[in-house]
């Protein structure tokens, strides 16, 4: 049975910090639907960020550059349309489980000062299990040969583990080996005691360059 590496990693821009040690983490769509922009919430759930967004009380959205509408929607399933990948990664909290995605994620973080958290992911994961998924690739990027994706592409961590990525499988498509590792663990859900369930913090100054020499991708998107 697939477990769960012990390690998951949050970006948090420094602008939030504050707000996230007191109040933990929430979804995009959470943060706008405290009124950010009153009647427009809905229609900015479902819209392409193409630039970071600074909200009223100080707290910022990441822009959506790597995931362009044109792009986006030549990799979604049939009778998906952009605008309902927007809602879907809007209604979530992310976290990396590659050690590797994470320093390419750093490097695209460029001039914003961010904290980057550590969390137990089999405890943050058992404590949200109801809510909790996981995806086989990074579904915030859409460009360097995007691949499909759809409702499937979330699958609910007790499915996982028992079934691996059956589920995800297209029609006659090969289904991903056991041992593909997911590279994302997906929570549905706010998590209001984040900090419980963290283990190491790091704040990160940006300005700087990526201390491995890798190619890096543009941001992960607004999560």
């Not at 499909?148 to 691996?164: D, E, I, Y």
């Not at 190491?200 to 543009?218: G, L, Y």
Request: charged share 20%; hydrophobic share 45%.
């Amino acid at each position: 049975m697939p477990s769960l590496p012990a390690k998951a990693f949050h970006f948090v821009d420094r602008a939030n910090w504050a707000a996230v040690q007191a109040q933990g983490l929430c979804s995009t769509e959470a943060l706008l639907n405290r009124g950010a922009f009153g009647p427009e919430v809905e229609a900015a759930v479902r819209a392409h960020r193409p630039q970071g967004v600074t909200l009223p009380d100080g707290r910022y959205i990441r822009d959506q550059r790597p995931m362009p509408p044109q792009a986006l929607a030549r990799c979604l399933d049939p009778g998906l349309a952009p605008a309902d990948w927007y809602a879907l990664l809007n209604g979530g909290v992310f976290f990396w489980l590659d050690p590797d995605r994470v320093e390419r994620h750093r490097a695209a973080l460029s001039g914003r000062p961010q904290v980057l958290l550590t969390f137990d992911a089999r405890a943050l994961a058992a404590a949200y299990e109801a809510v909790a998924h996981v995806a086989p690739f990074n579904i915030g990027s859409a460009v360097r040969k995007a691949a499909a994706r759809g409702l499937r592409t979330l699958v609910p961590l007790t499915q996982w583990q028992a079934q691996g990525w059956t589920s995800e499988a297209l029609p006659k498509r090969p289904v991903r080996a056991a041992s593909h590792r997911p590279a994302e663990l997906v929570l549905r859900a706010a998590v209001p005691d984040a900090m419980r369930f963290v283990i190491a913090t790091e704040t990160i100054d940006t300005s700087r360059p990526c201390a491995r020499a890798i190619r890096c991708p543009r941001g992960r998107g607004g999560i």
